[in-house]
């Protein structure tokens, strides 16, 4: 968690230094009905990269994701998945044996405490089924905002908007929902993004932000919102 932090601050506070936020004009309505309308038309039914088989997984295969990359939580998930697929078989399994799947993913030490440990509470508190409320979710072990908002979104189908660096970083660049903690961004992105492209809109702006808009040099000339984007220093 401090690590996210550190990463998400820095993005914050380099983004402040090229763009101060007061000196660049508010995208208007029209124009982010506009880049959601681009993103929509490129990629109509866009999806998340982790890899899962159940709402059970779902989660598992999330909370693994922390400061881990989807390629990376895959890699681990497919086997233990397979053997592993229901709180029930997870539980059984036991911590260490939890580890010996994910120790190729950071932090796994911690992440198999928590996901054993999330297995026992969706067993004696939600009869084994993954609770849909935010805050149910929010309550079980190695679970935050971010986690929730991702399985609320994908299992549920809700119109939810999980911010990570990635989507920090296009929200500010862009001044699609410029803020200084991926909380307002978030706030933000939920008034402003048009209701018929909220439930996609955190797959769009993810991947936007992991193959286009990266940190280091943005793909510009490959980007399909560039004509509306705010970002001064275009690479193309």
């Known amino acids: 968690m401090i690590m996210a932090y550190l990463l998400v601050l820095n993005a914050q506070k ?15 309505k029209s124009e982010i009905e506009a880049m959601f309308a681009a993103f929509a038309a490129h990629d109509p039914e866009p999806q998340g990269e982790l890899e899962y088989v159940n709402l059970f997984t779902l989660l598992v295969a999330v909370v693994l994701s922390a400061q881990a990359t989807d390629v990376g939580v895959n890699k ?8 592993a697929d229901t709180p029930e078989k997870m539980v059984a399994l036991g911590e260490e044996g939890i580890r010996d799947y994910i120790k190729t993913i950071g932090l796994y030490r911690n992440k198999a405490k928590n996901v054993y440990a999330l297995s026992q509470a969706l067993i ?20 935050g905002r971010k986690t929730a908002n991702v399985v609320l979104n994908i299992g549920f189908g809700q119109p939810t908007i999980a911010v990570d660096t990635h989507l920090f970083r296009v ?42 808009c990266k940190a280091r040099k943005p793909a510009c000339d490959r980007c399909i919102i560039a004509k509306w984007c705010r970002y001064p220093a275009k690479t193309a």
């Open 124 to 143: 004696e508190k939600h009869d084994s089924q993954v609770p849909d409320s935010r805050a149910a979710l929010e309550a079980l072990p190695g679970v």
């Open 14 to 28: 380099s983004i402040q230094q090229r763009v101060p936020f007061a000196l660049v004009k508010a995208l208007t």
């Open 76 to 83: 681990a998930t497919r086997p233990l998945f397979k053997i």
């Open 171 to 212: 929200g500010n660049r862009t001044m699609l929902a410029p803020g200084k903690t991926p909380l307002e961004v978030e706030k933000k992105l939920e008034k402003r993004v048009p209701a018929k492209y909220l439930l996609n809109a955190h797959h769009w702006l993810i991947l936007h932000g992991r193959y286009i």
